[in-house]
C-alpha cells in the first residue's frame, strides 16, 4: 500500500512567538499593521484562517483607538456633530508632528495556548469604567457614532482589559475559540426579516422591533444586516415563510460594523428552525506644484522619509471631482509632494482618476489630474486617500 504523504503543519510546531512593534501615528499605518498581526496568529495557529477576518476587525478597532483617540488626542464626540468635523480634525492632528510623532507600542505574545495583543499609546487615557458600564447597556443610536469599539472587541475575542487608565488595551483570544466554529454550512439568503428585541425578563418588546435584511442562513444561525446595534442580547427573528410569519428565538453572537451606519449581526438560533427553505506638460504641473509647496511650512516635513519626493503638511479643504453625474466630494489635506497627496473623505473613492482642486494663499485653486491609489477605511465613515498626481486638469487637449 502506498504511504499518503502529509503536508507539514507547521503552525502546530510553534511553541511560542513574541513580536514587538513601534507603530507611527498615522492613519495609512493601521491597515497593513492589523493585516500583520493578523497573519502572525494565523500562522501560529492561534487563530483559524475562516476566523482572521473577525480577528482583523478587533485589532483594528484596537489600534485605531490607540493612534486616533490616544496619540492624536481626538474626541468621539466630534463624529457625533458631523463626520467633516471629525475627518478635518483628524488630518490636521495627523500632520502635526507634536501628536503624529507619538508611536504606539504593539507587542504581540503566543505561548501556545493564547494570543495577547497590548497596544499602549501616549494620550491622555479615557474613563474606563464609564466606556465600560455604556458597552454593557449601549445605546444604539448613540454608538452608532461612537462607542462600537469595546462591543465589537468583546464580541471577537475572549478577554479585553485596560490598565494606565486607558493608556494600554490587553486584548485576548485562546487557540480553542480561535478555530472555526460553524458546524454547518450557510447559504445566502438576501430577504427582509423582522427583529423583535426580547427584554431581560423574557418578554417580547414589540414596540421596540424594526425591519433588516438576512444575509445568510444555515441550520445553526442567521447573519443580519441592519442600520442600527444590537440592542439585546436575545432577539425574535420573522421570517415570511410561504405566507406565514415564523418566529424564531435568537441570541446575538458578533456585532460588527459594515461601513456607513450598517451594523452585520451574527445570530445563533435558540431552536432548530426546521420549518425554514430556503494640458499644460507634466513639468507645468510640477511647477505649480512647487509653487504651492513654497507657500507652506517647512518646518514639518516628516522624519526618515523614503519617498521620491518630500512631503509636508497641507492640512486644508479640498474638492475632488470624481466624474460627469457625480456630486464633488470633500476632502481635508493631510501632506503634500510633487509626486501626490494624501488626505481624509468621508465616502470611499474609486481606484481611478479624478481631479483635485487644490487651495493656494492668495491664488484661485490648482486644478491637478490625479489617480486615486489608495482608499482605506479607517473608522465608520472615515476613509484614508492617497492620489498620485497625473498632469494639469486645465491642460488643452
Sequence with gaps: MRSQLQSPSLPSTVVAEHTYLQVPSQPEWIAPTVAYLTDRAVLCGACHEARSNKLQLALHEALTNSVIHGNLELSSDLKERCDNVFAEALAERAADPRYAARPVEVHFDYDGEHCRWTFTDQGKGFDVGRALARAAQPDPEAMLASGRGILLMRAFLDDLRYELGGRRAILTLA????????????????????????????????????????????????????????????????????????????????????????VELGCRFQVPPAALKNGTSRA???????????????????????????????????????????????????????????????????LEDVILALPQHDREALRIRARIVRSHQLMSSIYDVGARFLDNADNPE
Design 284 to 350: 507645468g504641473m510640477e511647477r505649480d506644484l512647487d509653487a504651492l509647496l513654497q507657500q507652506l511650512s517647512t518646518g514639518s516635513v516628516q522624519p526618515d522619509e523614503r519617498r521620491a519626493h518630500p512631503r509636508v503638511a497641507y492640512t486644508v479643504r479640498i474638492t475632488i471631482t470624481i466624474g460627469r453625474g457625480h456630486p464633488p466630494v470633500i476632502g481635508f489635506g493631510r501632506d503634500l509632494s510633487r509626486g501626490g497627496i494624501s488626505f481624509l473623505t468621508c465616502t470611499p473613492l474609486p
Design 175 to 262: 487557540r480553542p475559540s480561535g478555530a472555526e466554529k460553524r458546524a454547518t454550512p450557510r447559504q445566502a439568503l438576501q430577504r427582509a426579516v423582522h427583529i423583535a428585541p426580547l427584554r431581560a425578563n423574557g418578554v417580547v418588546d414589540w414596540d421596540a422591533a424594526y425591519q433588516a435584511v438576512a444575509q445568510n442562513l444555515s441550520s445553526g444561525g442567521m447573519a443580519i444586516l441592519q442600520s442600527q446595534l444590537a440592542s439585546s442580547e436575545r432577539i425574535l427573528i420573522g421570517i415570511d415563510c410561504q405566507g406565514e410569519m415564523l418566529y424564531v428565538p435568537a441570541e446575538v453572537r458578533h456585532c460588527q460594523a459594515r461601513g456607513g451606519d450598517m
